[in-house]
Each structure stands twice: as C-alpha cells, then as structure tokens.
C-alpha cells in the first residue's frame, strides 16, 4: 500500500531563508506528483504537478523535484516571505483503476517569521 | 471561471439526520472526487467519478453516497449522519483522472 510522508511535521524559519520541504512514498510506481498549500480553515491550492517522466517543475519562488527512483520529492521555496506560512501538502497519483486518486501526506505546516 | 465550488460552508446536524453536500465545477473536468480531512489522518478519498454516471468507492464510503447526474456536478450525499463524520469535506476535479486536480472551499460538517 502506498504511503505518503512528509518530515519535518512543523517548520519556523526568518524570513528570507531559503528553505526545502521533503515528501517521500512507498512505491516508484506513481502516475505524477503534486504540491498543494493549504491555508487554515481554507481549501487546497495547487501549487506545482509533476509527472513521472519529469525531474522538476518551476513556478515563480517554488521548485519542485522528483526522484522516482528513491521515492522523493522536495519542494524548494526561495527567499520565504511571511505570507508562505501555510500547511504544505504533497500527494501522489498511482496508475491503475483508481488513477485520479490521490493519496495525501499529512503535511508540513510552515511558519516564517518577520 | 468560479472553479470548484462548496455549499454549504459549515453545518451542523444531529445524529440520524441526513443532507447532502453539493459540489460544482465549471471547468468541464471529467473527473471529481470526494475527501475528508481530519487531524492526524490526512486527507482520504470517499468516493470519485470518472464521468456523468460513473461512480466508484474510495477508501472511506461507508456511510455516504453520491451520484454523477452531470458533469458539472457532484453532491455527496450522508444517509445517517453519525459524531464520526465530523469532518471537513473537499470536493475536487481534473481534467481528466491524471491531471492537475483542483479543490474547492471545503464543508465544514459537526455532527452532535
């Protein structure tokens, strides 16, 4: 059964740092990967898709990359500005029957201090 | 575009009482799902649709039903509401069952 995890549970950092958020599952076998960030008492924004033939997708400050083959993916977030604080969540798409699935990490919640 | 969007916000009900919470997207997204959310357990898949009259079960059904009338949209439906399904609900779509998926608002339900 694929797992998802995602270490640190919790991140305070300065604002400024440049900072890297870890997710890791079970099983290579994936269809794509996704990073979402969720504000409290909020939704879930999509933040970057990578499919498994990629390495990384860019958007603006974020980074994403993904290695299959070790089951990881990090998420990079460039000079951390006070309105990143936020739950990051990452979860992965399998193949299959149930290929829309998604199966969730319990997140990072981050905290940039002023 | 609204995207995907929740009603209602926030409910409470009684146990045994039953409702249903709507879900619409106007993306023209083949593919939507339903998830719950609790602390300490994540986020996990109730039911999903891969088109109008399609359904299937996901990790956590019972208790819940849904439907796929249309595309745009995707109630779920509680028959008997019990405490353990306080929860918050997120509806959810994509173009199609790989692709990137969108969430809406959130259903914030307590059942007492």
């Known amino acids: 059964k694929q797992e998802v995890t995602q270490i640190p549970a919790a991140l305070s950092v300065p604002e400024g740092e440049n900072l890297v958020l870890n997710c890791s599952f079970t099983d290579s076998a994936i269809y794509n990967l996704q990073w979402f960030r969720q504000d409290p008492g909020k939704g879930l924004t999509s933040l970057l898709l990578?499919?498994?033939?990629?390495r990384e997708q860019t958007s603006g400050r974020l980074n994403a990359s993904l290695d299959k083959s070790s089951g990881r993916s990090t998420l990079y977030i460039a000079a951390s500005q006070p309105g990143d604080s936020a739950t990051y969540l990452c979860a992965v798409r399998l193949y299959g029957g149930s290929q829309g699935n998604l199966i969730f990490g319990k997140g990072t919640k981050l905290s940039v201090k002023p | 575009n609204a995207g995907v969007t929740q009603t209602p916000k926030f409910q409470v009900l009684k146990t045994g009482q039953s409702m249903t919470l709507q879900c619409a997207q106007d993306m023209n997204h083949e593919y939507m799902s339903w998830y719950r959310q609790d602390p300490g357990m994540g986020l996990r898949l109730i039911h999903y649709?891969?088109?109008?009259?399609?359904?299937d079960q996901g990790e956590v059904p019972n208790g819940y039903n849904v439907s796929r009338s249309t595309t745009e949209d995707f109630p779920l439906r509680l028959l008997s509401a019990a405490p353990s399904q306080t929860s918050v609900y997120f509806c959810?779509?994509?173009?199609?069952?790989?692709?990137?998926?969108?969430f809406g608002p959130g259903t914030r339900l307590t059942v007492l």
């Open positions: 649709s891969v088109g109008a009259g399609i359904t």
């Open positions: 990578i499919q498994s033939s990629q």
């Open positions: 959810a779509s994509s173009y199609s069952g790989g692709g990137e998926q969108f």
